[in-house]
């Protein structure tokens, strides 16, 4: 689920830094213009200098405007400079009755729409520095990814198995069941984890069994991990440490915290 994770964040950001802010700049500016567009119908119908001509011939030899780093931040197929869309051009009757902003909107909505663009821009340009960015955190989730794909590839290259003389861990370490000192169980119920306390020569080694790494608890696999568990306590001759209900136990308890004791027990 981790690497999943990462991989999913590695696609979006790269995506983000190829075309999607790229197209969405590109968006945004362009509705820019329909507004200016809509402006300067109102000011040159404000001074009676507009008629269907006149205005098919403004259009006509008008340019979008863009940053002077468009190429940075636009996408790259996009050809610059680029006129005015042509449907400013061929409206003037709607623009007329509409009004100049209220019709240039008009037009911009069915461009959008025609190019599967949202209606409603961001309320600001991505510059340079955030598109590379986006780079940035991809290159950093990648090597997140990797990581985990390597974590994985060595987990699942690894086991933990049980016999009736002793245990086998992901280590490849043998430890029977004379060497087992004690089994700290307080975490398998609510982590899955256990550390096995075990004699190696003269020294105290321990070893951890991770049971949501190795074999897991799902019902509809027969939980591998409770049952290996389970087998491993049942020739375990040692003592045990695990939490208690003080209220259901005579045994001597040692206080841990309010709601819960910690028991020493000999094992079978």
């Not at 590109?26 to 205005?55: D, H, R, T, V």
């Not at 509409?98 to 409603?120: F, H, T, V």
């Not at 190696?200 to 568990?229: C, H, S, T, W």
């Not at 040692?238 to 136990?249: K, M, N, Q, R, T």
Request: aromatic share 12%.
């Amino acid at each position: 689920m981790i690497l999943l994770m990462f991989l999913v964040f590695l696609v979006l950001f790269l995506q983000d830094g190829l075309t999607g802010y790229r197209e969405k700049n590109l968006q945004f500016y362009i509705y820019e213009n329909f507004k200016s567009a809509g402006l300067q119908f109102q000011k040159m119908q404000q001074e009676g200098k507009l008629s269907a001509p006149k205005w098919q011939q403004y259009v006509a030899s008008q340019e979008c405007e863009f940053p002077k780093d468009a190429s940075e931040i636009l996408p790259r197929d996009t050809q610059l400079p680029m006129p005015w869309p042509k449907s400013l051009e061929g409206n003037y009757d709607l623009m007329v009755s509409k009004g100049g902003q209220n019709a240039a909107i008009k037009l911009w909505e069915a461009y959008a729409a025609e190019r599967k663009w949202d209606s409603e821009p961001m309320d600001h340009p991505m510059n340079a520095g955030k598109i590379r960015e986006q780079f940035y955190a991809a290159g950093v989730t990648g090597v997140l990814a990797l990581f985990a794909l390597f974590i994985l590839l060595r987990t699942l290259g690894r086991s933990i198995s049980v016999d009736d003389e002793a245990l086998y861990t992901q280590d490849g370490k043998r430890i029977p069941y004379s060497d087992m000192l004690r089994i700290d169980k307080r975490n398998w119920d609510t982590k899955g984890l256990a550390l096995i306390y075990y004699k190696d020569g003269d020294a105290e080694k321990k070893a951890k069994i991770d049971g949501m790494v190795y074999g897991q608890f799902k019902e509809e696999n027969g939980a591998p991990a409770e049952r290996l568990f389970c087998y491993l306590m049942d020739h375990f001759k040692g003592e045990v440490i695990e939490y208690v209900d003080p209220d259901a136990s005579d045994t001597p308890q040692v206080e841990n915290d309010e709601n819960s004791s910690l028991e020493r027990s000999e094992g079978n």
